[in-house]
């Protein structure tokens, strides 16, 4: 079965400094790798998504993850870190299921926090 | 830009009680998905459709069920809700896409209690 691993709990990092939350998965087959980004109360937002291509994918926001498939990892970056960037981020992976349809599987989150 | 409603933000219930959670999205999209979210767990998939009248176990479906009668709402059904099924419970919805490319876009939850 497919999974991911969100191996940090929470990411603290200084305003202006560049910021990385981490990403693992175990797939079989080309992975389809999403990262998305919840404030509180609200719901998920999708950031970006790689599929197939270059391996330095960019989203929204100023966001960009490097797919890595020796290392079997998909690591959110952004260069300059803002307070507003606080907040709760997931990785999640596609998967197949036994009747040929398609899932979704969520990482357990991480939550930044960016300090003035 | 989508838009995916809940019936309500937070919801009180009793044990016992059949409760219902709606979703409505306004994109026609044709995949549905419910999931709860707890705190060190992330999101976990209960549901999902991804026709009207179709529907399809997720990974915890126990203890719920879902209706899809139209293709722009997913209804969850807690048939019989108990205290271990109160959590944050997020819709959301996709394009059909490629193999599952297209991304999904969310409600913005509902908390709900049972006491």
Not at chain 2, 47 to 61: H, L, Q
Request: charged share 20%; hydrophobic share 30%.
């Amino acid at each position: 079965a497919q999974s991911v691993a969100q191996p940090e709990d929470q990411v603290n990092v200084a305003e202006g400094n560049p910021l990385t939350v981490k990403c693992t998965y175990s797939v079989s087959g080309n992975p389809y790798l999403f990262w998305y980004v919840q404030y509180p109360n609200r719901g998920l937002q999708f950031l970006l998504k790689y599929i197939t291509g270059d391996n330095l994918v960019k989203g929204s926001y100023g966001f960009e993850a490097e797919f890595n498939k020796s290392q079997t990892s998909f690591h959110l970056k952004k260069p300059s870190a803002l307070v507003s960037d606080s907040a709760l981020y997931f990785c999640a992976v596609r998967d197949i299921t036994t009747s040929g349809t398609y899932k979704y599987i969520f990482g357990t989150g991480t939550r930044l926090k960016v300090l003035a | 830009d989508v838009k995916v409603t809940q019936s309500s933000r937070y919801l009180v219930k009793r044990t016992g009680e059949k409760v219902f959670l709606e979703c409505v999205q306004d994109m026609d999209h044709e995949n549905m998905f419910w999931y709860r979210q707890d705190p060190g767990l992330g999101l976990r998939l209960i549901y999902f459709s991804y026709d009207v009248k179709m529907k399809e176990k997720g990974d915890i479906p126990e203890g719920y069920s879902v209706s899809r009668e139209k293709k722009e709402r997913f209804s969850l059904i807690l048939e019989s809700a108990s205290t271990n099924q109160t959590s944050m419970y997020l819709c959301a919805s996709s394009l059909k896409g490629t193999r599952g490319s297209q991304p999904q876009h969310f409600g913005d939850g509902t908390r709900l209690s049972i006491l």
